[in-house]
């Protein structure tokens, strides 16, 4: 048994792998894997989400991970991001280095030094924090730019959701307090306070290794990366640092309130520089947005929204920093 059985197993009529693969035969997707990687020897694990993702071996035992990618389809901006993992692992930094792209398709080095954590431990929480400035830092120096695909139509509240379990159309019913708080936050992050930096849209505890001292030693999800504005940047990953699925305990996944403003905090001390009162507000906006549509995706899938701690986290952050 391999990881696309072991995956298969688990979700047998997964709507998410039709629509990013299309089909559910086994023997299928492992075939698709073999074209993109003809020395395949093992598929030791299989992931699908946004995209699909390959762990795979390969027959000399070098390891690699293919992402098949169908939410985002430029392909300019999947060859920036290569560049850019390429220069920061060159300077260093835990980034998987690239082995080669086809169209929208990523093969990277497979890199899985250190652990994952639980960001509810203030020392995490700090380390994640300290190391969303540090990669601020670093790939924007870089002078490269990758842009995503926006993904919100002009005058939408909503982006596209992220995979195809999600219909806020045909589950607006029962959502309206959700999109109401989501329309106050985006208004405010809309303002367009702060500069732009080169970030990672989902810097949370499920994409970052860390070593025992809380060393950094793997960066994933580089679909991820864009260019936005810093505040806007650093609230979505206040609302969403804790996030995680790989922990052997089971852990709230969400931040609480306290938690994300600390990490907001947090954040300003490793800057350097705290933000302003404009870039704070717009940060704490963004954080809400970020749960707001959380909460959608949680009520589009017939959960109760309310346990993402939604209304408590927009009482307390949508407010004026003056």
């Given at each position: 048994m391999d990881g696309v059985d072991t995956f298969l197993r688990r979700y047998p009529?997964?709507?998410?792998?039709?629509?990013?693969?299309?089909?559910?035969?086994?023997d299928a997707i492992r075939a698709r894997v073999r074209e993109l990687e003809p020395e395949t020897d093992e598929i030791f694990s299989f992931a699908a989400s946004v995209g699909a993702v390959f762990s795979v071996r390969r027959r000399d035992g070098s390891r690699m991970a293919i992402k098949v990618n169908k939410l985002f389809t430029d392909e300019t901006y999947f060859a920036d991001?290569?560049?850019?993992?390429?220069?920061?692992?060159?300077?260093g930094y835990p980034a998987p280095r690239p082995v080669r792209r086809m169209g929208t398709v990523t093969v990277d080095e497979w890199l899985d030094d250190g652990e994952f954590r639980n960001a509810h431990e203030p020392a995490v929480?700090?380390?994640?924090?300290?190391?969303?400035?540090?990669?601020?830092?670093?790939?924007?120096?870089?002078?490269?730019?990758?842009l995503r695909e926006?993904?919100?139509?002009?005058?939408?509240?909503?982006?596209?959701?992220?995979?195809?379990?999600?219909?806020f159309e045909a589950t607006s019913s029962g959502a309206e307090w959700i999109d109401e708080i989501g329309a106050a936050a985006r208004a405010v992050a809309d303002l367009g306070a702060g500069s732009e930096v080169v970030g990672h849209t989902d810097w949370s505890a499920?994409?970052?290794?860390?070593?025992p001292a809380l060393r950094l030693t793997a960066v994933y999800d580089?679909?991820?990366?864009?260019?936005?504005?810093?505040?806007?940047?650093?609230?979505?990953?206040?609302?969403?640092?804790?996030?995680?699925e790989e922990l052997d305990e089971e852990i709230d996944v969400w931040p609480s309130t306290a938690e994300s403003q600390v990490?907001?905090?947090d954040y300003e001390e490793e800057r350097g520089?705290?933000?302003?009162?404009?870039?704070?507000t717009a940060a704490r906006a963004a954080c809400v947005y970020l749960r707001a549509y959380a909460a959608r995706c949680h009520h589009a899938y017939g959960g109760d929204a309310r346990e993402t701690g939604l209304e408590e986290l927009a009482s307390a952050l949508l407010v004026s920093d003056t």
């Amino acid at each position: 048994m391999d990881g696309v059985d072991t995956f298969l197993r688990r979700y047998p009529d997964s709507p998410v792998v039709a629509d990013v693969l299309g089909t559910l035969d086994a023997d299928a997707i492992r075939a698709r894997v073999r074209e993109l990687e003809p020395e395949t020897d093992e598929i030791f694990s299989f992931a699908a989400s946004v995209g699909a993702v390959f762990s795979v071996r390969r027959r000399d035992g070098s390891r690699m991970a293919i992402k098949v990618n169908k939410l985002f389809t430029d392909e300019t901006y999947f060859a920036d991001v290569q560049e850019l993992q390429a220069r920061l692992a060159d300077e260093g930094y835990p980034a998987p280095r690239p082995v080669r792209r086809m169209g929208t398709v990523t093969v990277d080095e497979w890199l899985d030094d250190g652990e994952f954590r639980n960001a509810h431990e203030p020392a995490v929480r700090r380390a994640i924090a300290r190391e969303l400035a540090r990669f601020h830092r670093l790939a924007t120096a870089t002078g490269l730019r990758p842009l995503r695909e926006f993904l919100r139509p002009a005058g939408a509240l909503w982006p596209k959701p992220h995979n195809v379990l999600f219909d806020f159309e045909a589950t607006s019913s029962g959502a309206e307090w959700i999109d109401e708080i989501g329309a106050a936050a985006r208004a405010v992050a809309d303002l367009g306070a702060g500069s732009e930096v080169v970030g990672h849209t989902d810097w949370s505890a499920k994409h970052l290794r860390f070593d025992p001292a809380l060393r950094l030693t793997a960066v994933y999800d580089w679909d991820s990366v864009t260019t936005d504005l810093e505040p806007d940047l650093v609230g979505t990953a206040a609302g969403s640092f804790t996030y995680t699925e790989e922990l052997d305990e089971e852990i709230d996944v969400w931040p609480s309130t306290a938690e994300s403003q600390v990490f907001i905090a947090d954040y300003e001390e490793e800057r350097g520089t705290p933000f302003d009162a404009a870039e704070r507000t717009a940060a704490r906006a963004a954080c809400v947005y970020l749960r707001a549509y959380a909460a959608r995706c949680h009520h589009a899938y017939g959960g109760d929204a309310r346990e993402t701690g939604l209304e408590e986290l927009a009482s307390a952050l949508l407010v004026s920093d003056t």
